[in-house]
């Protein structure tokens, strides 16, 4: 079992950063992969990025990929996405979710753990 809990959401202008964080609590974090996804209004849920058990392997949506980056530090239990230049088309809840296996998947039913997200806001 694995409880997750986001924070570091906020407003931002168009251009700035942002750096989330989830705290995982349960022995098995460090055997899963991580994965952060987003919803905005009105919209599905997304998938933005991954990283394996281990932190060697890093996937990214298209959409993000060069402005955002996933890490975890297994020793805190956590994992963070670090996010750059950011468009108002990032404006959503973006969810921390935690895999079934220890290789990262982009589909939310790979996920057995979510927490309840974290609200980012992106001003024009």
């Known amino acids: 079992q694995v409880q997750l809990v986001e924070s570091g959401g906020g407003l931002v202008q168009a251009g700035g950063s942002l750096k989330l964080s989830c705290a995982a609590s349960?022995?098995?974090?460090?055997?899963?992969?991580m994965g952060w996804f987003r919803q905005a209004p009105g919209k599905e849920r997304e998938f933005v990025a991954a990283?394996?058990?281990?932190?060697?392997?890093?996937y990214y949506a298209d959409s993000v990929k060069g402005r955002f980056t996933i890490s975890r530090d297994n020793a805190k239990n956590a994992v963070y996405l670090q996010l750059n230049i950011l468009k108002p088309e990032d404006t959503a809840v973006y969810y921390c979710?935690?895999?079934?296996?220890?290789?990262?998947?982009?589909?939310?039913?790979?996920?057995?753990?979510w927490g309840q997200g974290t609200q980012v806001t992106v001003s024009s």
């Open positions: 990283i394996s058990a281990g932190g060697s392997i890093t």
């Open positions: 979710a935690g895999s079934r296996r220890n290789v990262p998947a982009r589909t939310p039913p790979e996920y057995a753990y």
């Open positions: 349960g022995r098995t974090f460090s055997s899963v992969a």
